[in-house]
C-alpha cells in the first residue's frame, strides 16, 4: 500500500512544493490585473466623466485592455487549484499535469459533461454551467480567506453528483469532493480504479478488504488525493461492514523514513499497525466492535 501525501509534520515533496508555487503564482498574477484595472480606472476617472465614458467605449482603451488581461487570467487560477486548501483535497482542489498535457480540475470536469448531457438532462446541466460560473468566481475569494463560498461550492456540487443521470456521471464528479463526502457506492468494487490519476487496487474475500494498493500520480502528490480515496474506501468498508488489511509498501519515497510516514498516515485512519510484521495494517469497521480495543 503506498500514500501521496507527506503528512504536516514532514517536508514537503518538490512536486508539491512546485504546485504550491505555481497556485501562488497565479492568483498573484490575476490580483495584479485585477488592480490595474482599478488603477486604470482612477485615472480616467480623474479626467472626467464625459472623457472616462469616452475611454470605455473604445476596442483598445487601457481598461479594455486591462479587462481582457485578467479575464485571460481566470483559466489559471482553475488549472493551478487557486482557492484551494493545502494538502486537502476538495472542491476547488486541482493541478496543471505537465506529463500528461491537462489539468485536472472541476471547471474541465464540468465543461466535459455540460455537452454530453445538455440532450438529455437539460436542468441538471444547467445547474453544471451555474455551478462552472459559481466556481470562477469563488476562487480569488477562497484564496485569500473566505470559506464560505467553499461550502456553498462543496453542497451545490454533493446536490448535483447524488442526483446525476449515471454511474459515469457520479464518478466524475465525485473526484472533486473531500474523501467524507463522496457518496458510498452500492458495489464496493466499483472504488477500484485505474486511469492515468489515481490506481486503488484490492480484492474482497468474503467480511474483508484486502488493500493491495493506492497510487496517486506523481504531480498529484501532496494534494490529499489519496488521503481521499482512502478516506472513501474506508468509508464504503464501514457501510458494507467490511475489514481492510494490507501491508505497507511505499512507493512515494525510498528512504528510511517512508515506512514510518505511511504507518502513521493509515493510523490516522482508524488502522492498526505492526511495523514489525512486515508493516501490516488492519482496520475494523466502526460498525463492528474491534475487541483488540479492549
Given at each position: 500500500?503506498?500514500?501521496?501525501?507527506?503528512?504536516?509534520?514532514?517536508?514537503?515533496?518538490?512536486?508539491?512544493?512546485?504546485?504550491l508555487?505555481?497556485?501562488?503564482?497565479?492568483?498573484?498574477?490575476?490580483?495584479?490585473?485585477?488592480?490595474?484595472?482599478?488603477?486604470?480606472?482612477?485615472?480616467?476617472?480623474?479626467?472626467?466623466?464625459?472623457?472616462?465614458?469616452?475611454?470605455?467605449?473604445?476596442?483598445?482603451?487601457?481598461?479594455?485592455?486591462?479587462?481582457?488581461?485578467?479575464?485571460?487570467?481566470?483559466?489559471?487560477?482553475?488549472?493551478?487549484?487557486?482557492?484551494?486548501?493545502?494538502?486537502?483535497w476538495?472542491?476547488?482542489?486541482?493541478?496543471?499535469?505537465?506529463?500528461?498535457?491537462?489539468?485536472?480540475c472541476?471547471?474541465?470536469?464540468?465543461?466535459?459533461?455540460?455537452?454530453?448531457?445538455?440532450?438529455?438532462?437539460?436542468?441538471?446541466?444547467?445547474?453544471?454551467?451555474?455551478?462552472?460560473?459559481?466556481a470562477?468566481?469563488?476562487?480569488?475569494?477562497?484564496?485569500?480567506g473566505?470559506?464560505?463560498?467553499?461550502?456553498?461550492?462543496?453542497?451545490?456540487?454533493?446536490?448535483?453528483?447524488?442526483?446525476?443521470?449515471?454511474?459515469?456521471?457520479?464518478?466524475?464528479l465525485?473526484?472533486?469532493?473531500?474523501?467524507?463526502?463522496r457518496?458510498?457506492?452500492?458495489?464496493?468494487?466499483?472504488?477500484?480504479?485505474?486511469?492515468?490519476?489515481?490506481?486503488?487496487?484490492?480484492?474482497?474475500y468474503?467480511?474483508?478488504?484486502?488493500?493491495?494498493?493506492?497510487?496517486?500520480?506523481?504531480?498529484?502528490?501532496?494534494?490529499?488525493?489519496?488521503?481521499?480515496?482512502?478516506?472513501?474506501?474506508?468509508?464504503?468498508?464501514?457501510?458494507?461492514?467490511?475489514?481492510?488489511?494490507?501491508q505497507?509498501?511505499?512507493?512515494?519515497?525510498?528512504?528510511?523514513?517512508?515506512?514510518?510516514?505511511?504507518?502513521?498516515?493509515c493510523?490516522r485512519?482508524?488502522?492498526?499497525?505492526?511495523?514489525?510484521?512486515?508493516?501490516?495494517?488492519?482496520?475494523?469497521?466502526?460498525?463492528?466492535?474491534?475487541?483488540?480495543?479492549?
Open positions: 500500500m503506498s500514500e501521496d501525501q507527506t503528512p504536516p509534520d514532514q517536508p514537503v515533496p518538490d512536486r508539491a512544493g512546485e504546485l508555487q505555481r497556485r501562488q503564482q497565479a492568483l498573484c498574477n490575476y490580483l495584479d490585473a485585477s488592480a490595474d484595472i482599478a488603477t486604470t480606472r482612477i485615472r480616467a476617472n480623474l479626467t472626467g466623466w464625459q472623457r472616462w465614458s469616452w475611454i470605455q467605449r473604445l476596442p483598445r482603451s487601457p481598461v479594455t485592455r486591462a479587462t481582457a488581461r485578467r479575464d485571460a487570467l481566470v483559466r489559471d487560477l482553475a488549472v493551478h487549484g487557486v482557492g484551494a486548501d493545502d494538502h486537502r476538495g472542491v476547488l482542489s486541482g493541478a496543471y499535469l505537465r506529463s500528461l498535457g491537462t489539468a485536472l472541476l471547471e474541465d470536469t464540468l465543461a466535459e459533461l455540460i455537452p454530453r448531457y445538455a440532450g438529455t438532462d437539460a436542468s441538471w446541466t444547467r445547474r453544471l454551467h451555474a455551478l462552472a460560473r459559481a470562477e468566481q469563488a476562487r480569488p475569494l477562497a484564496a485569500v473566505d470559506r464560505a463560498v467553499v461550502a456553498d461550492l462543496t453542497e451545490e456540487l454533493l446536490d448535483l453528483t447524488r442526483i446525476a443521470p449515471d454511474e459515469a456521471a457520479r464518478q466524475r465525485s473526484d472533486h469532493l473531500p474523501g467524507v463526502l457518496p458510498v457506492p452500492f458495489d464496493i468494487e466499483a472504488l477500484r480504479r485505474s486511469d492515468p490519476l489515481v490506481e486503488v487496487v484490492f480484492d474482497i468474503a467480511d474483508t478488504v484486502k488493500l493491495d494498493n493506492i497510487t496517486v500520480h506523481p504531480e498529484l502528490r501532496g494534494t490529499g488525493l489519496g488521503t481521499a480515496v482512502l478516506q472513501h474506501l474506508c468509508r464504503a468498508a464501514d457501510a458494507h461492514h467490511l475489514y481492510i488489511v494490507g505497507l509498501v511505499p512507493t512515494f519515497r525510498d528512504d528510511a523514513s517512508a515506512v514510518p510516514i505511511l504507518a502513521q498516515w493510523r485512519h482508524g488502522f492498526a499497525v505492526n511495523e514489525r510484521l512486515g508493516g501490516r495494517i488492519a482496520r475494523s469497521p466502526f460498525s463492528i466492535p474491534d475487541r483488540a480495543a479492549h
